[in-house]
């Protein structure tokens, strides 16, 4: 009775999950933004082969630019 006691409670639980992952968010214009100028500052990033600390600066300094 235990076992079928667990089993019914994990179901409910799994089910709550599969739920969740059905539904996909869609990103603001806002967020749509910043994830271009990731992508943007990434690109730059790479072409110039930075690694490290100054690819931590350049990055920190480039989405504060394109903030402006």
Request: aromatic share 4%; with cysteine.
């Amino acid at each position: 009775m235990k076992a079928m006691i667990a089993l019914v409670a994990l179901s409910f639980v799994s089910c709550g999950a599969f739920a969740a992952d059905k539904e996909k968010k869609v990103p603001s214009p806002a967020q749509q933004a910043q994830q271009e100028k990731m992508k943007s500052c990434n690109a730059e990033a790479k072409t110039k082969a930075l690694k490290g600390p100054e690819r931590k600066a350049f990055m920190s300094e480039c989405l504060k630019a394109s903030k402006k």
